[in-house]
C-alpha cells in the first residue's frame, strides 16, 4: 500500500477528520470502532451512523494568565460538543497535561453514548485545559478558569451545553466557571454548571455519585454472575472520587479490597486494606504512596490479580490486549471512561471475563448531575436519601435493559449500551432532519 492510500485509509478509520493523526489515532479511533460494531444492528437508522463519526462542534482556545511572577503563561483549551440531536451537552472539564483534542473528542462521544444509554436528555460534550493544575498557585488557577470559562462561554450555557468537574477539576473550579459565566450574562445561571458547592445550587449526593453508580453496577451483575458480595474481591485502579468511593462502599457491603493503585503507588493486602484508613491517608499526603497499611506491588502484577472484581477507575487505554490476557477477575467494572481498547475487549470475552462498560458503570455521575441541573431549574432541592434511590432505579433500570438487548443479540454489554443507545441518538437525529 502507498503511503498516500495508507493515510487515506488512516484517515476513514478516523471518521474522515482532517485534524486527526492517523499515525496516532487513540482513543478517537476507539470510540469510531465501537460505534462500526453497531452496525449492523441499526436497520434503517444505519444512513444515519456517520453523525456519530462527525462531532458537530470543536472549539480549542488559546488562555493566556499572567503568572505570580509576571511573565505571561499559554494554554490550550478545548470544548467539544459531539451531538446534541436528544438535548444540550454535557460533559466534565478536565484538566490535564496530556490532554489533546483527540481525547477530548472520544470523551465527548462516549458522553453521548452514556447520556443515551441511560436515557437522561442530554446529548454529549466534553472540555479540557492541557496542563498540571497542581504546578499552578491558587491565584493562577484561578486567573485561568475564569479565562477559559470566559472563551468557551460562546458555546455553554444551561439550555445549551452544561459543564462538570473531572479529573483536574472539582466543585471549587466549577464555582468559579459558574461565577465567571454569571458575570459576563449579566445574572447568576446556577444551571450553567453541575458539581457546584451546595451553597451554590450543587446536588447533595453528587460527589459520591459516580463510585456509588459503579458499586451498583458490580452488585447487579454479581447477582447475574452468581457472585456473594460477601467476601467477594476486590482490586481498584484509582483511588479518587470515584475508585475511592466504589472502593468503601464495596467494602462497607461485606467486600474484600485486596489491591489499590493510584498515580503515587500500587499496594496490596490479600486480608483486605482499610479503606476508610486508605482515604483518609489520601486526603493528608496526596497519594497511596507510603500507607502502611498494604505493601507494594509491581503494576503489572496488579492486573493479573485473582479477584471478583477488577475496578478500573483512572484514565482511558489501562487494559491492553496484553493486560486483558492476564487478567484474574470475574467482572471487569470500569470507572473510568475507555479504560480498555477494542481488542483488549475482544480478549476478555474470549477469556469468559465480563465487562461492565463505562458508558453504564460510570453513569451515576452524569446521572446525578442531570438532577442537579433539574433541581437548579426549578428551586427545589431534594434530600440525600432521594437522590440516592433515585440513582439506584435508573442505574438498575439501565442495566437491566442493556443485560436483556446482550442476552437477545449475544453481544457484550458494551455493544448492548451501544445498541441502545445509538438508536435513540439516531432516532432523534432522523426526526428533526437536516437544517436547512
Known amino acids: 500500500m502507498s503511503n498516500d492510500n495508507a493515510n487515506q485509509s488512516g484517515y476513514a478509520k478516523l471518521g474522515g477528520l482532517s485534524y486527526l493523526n492517523p499515525a496516532a489515532p487513540e482513543p478517537w479511533a476507539s470510540f469510531i470502532e465501537q460505534i462500526e460494531r453497531v452496525r449492523p444492528y441499526l436497520g434503517p437508522l444505519e444512513r444515519w451512523i456517520e453523525t456519530l463519526k462527525h462531532p458537530k462542534r470543536t472549539l480549542i482556545v488559546d488562555v493566556p494568565i499572567e503568572r505570580d511572577d509576571g511573565t505571561i503563561a499559554h494554554f490550550e483549551g478545548y470544548r467539544v460538543q459531539h451531538n446534541l440531536s436528544r438535548g444540550p451537552g454535557k460533559g466534565g472539564i478536565r484538566y490535564h497535561p496530556a490532554v489533546t483534542l483527540n481525547e477530548v473528542m472520544a470523551l465527548a462521544g462516549w458522553m453521548t453514548v452514556k447520556n443515551a444509554a441511560i436515557g437522561l436528555p442530554f446529548g454529549g460534550a466534553k472540555g479540557g485545559i492541557r496542563v498540571d493544575p497542581t504546578a499552578l498557585s491558587p491565584g493562577e488557577l484561578q486567573r485561568m478558569t475564569r479565562r477559559f470559562t470566559s472563551e468557551i462561554g460562546l458555546i455553554i450555557g444551561p439550555d445549551r451545553d452544561i459543564p462538570a468537574p473531572d479529573v483536574g477539576t472539582n466543585a471549587k473550579i466549577m464555582a468559579m466557571m459558574m461565577d465567571t459565566f454569571s458575570m459576563n450574562r449579566g445574572g447568576t445561571a446556577t444551571g450553567v454548571v453541575t458539581g457546584k458547592p451546595i451553597a451554590l445550587g450543587g446536588s447533595l449526593g453528587r460527589q459520591e455519585a459516580t463510585g ?85 506491588i509491581d503494576i503489572e502484577d496488579f ?54 462498560p463505562d458508558v453504564l458503570a460510570n453513569a451515576g455521575g452524569v446521572t446525578v448531575s442531570y438532577f442537579e441541573w433539574v433541581q437548579d431549574f426549578s428551586s427545589f432541592f431534594w434530600t440525600e436519601d432521594e437522590i440516592n434511590a433515585r440513582l439506584e432505579r435508573i442505574m438498575v433500570s439501565a442495566f437491566d435493559a442493556i443485560w436483556q438487548v446482550a442476552l437477545e443479540k449475544q453481544v457484550p454489554l458494551r455493544t448492548a449500551a451501544f445498541i441502545i443507545a445509538c438508536h435513540r441518538v439516531l432516532e432523534a437525529r432522523a426526526e428533526r432532519g437536516l437544517y436547512p
Open 303 to 356: 492486573w493479573q490479580l485473582e479477584c471478583e472484581y477488577l475496578v478500573p477507575a483512572a484514565l482511558e487505554g489501562q487494559i491492553t490486549p496484553e493486560r486483558a490476557a492476564r487478567v484474574r477477575a470475574r467482572v471487569v467494572v470500569e470507572g473510568a471512561n475507555g479504560p480498555t481498547t477494542p481488542a483488549a475487549d475482544d480478549v476478555l470475552r474470549e477469556r469468559k471475563v465480563l465487562v461492565v
Open 212 to 296: 456509588r453508580g459503579v458499586y451498583l453496577c458490580a452488585r447487579e451483575a454479581g447477582k447475574h454472575q452468581q457472585i456473594p458480595m460477601e467476601g467477594a474481591r476486590v482490586v481498584v485502579q484509582g483511588f479518587g472520587n470515584v475508585g475511592g468511593i466504589a472502593a468503601r462502599l464495596f467494602r462497607a457491603a461485606g467486600a474484600r479490597v485486596i489491591a489499590a493503585a493510584d498515580h503515587t503507588a500500587t499496594l496490596v493486602n490479600e486480608a483486605g486494606i482499610d479503606v476508610p484508613a486508605a482515604q483518609a491517608w489520601v486526603a493528608a499526603n496526596g497519594g497511596l504512596a507510603g500507607f502502611p497499611g498494604a505493601a507494594p
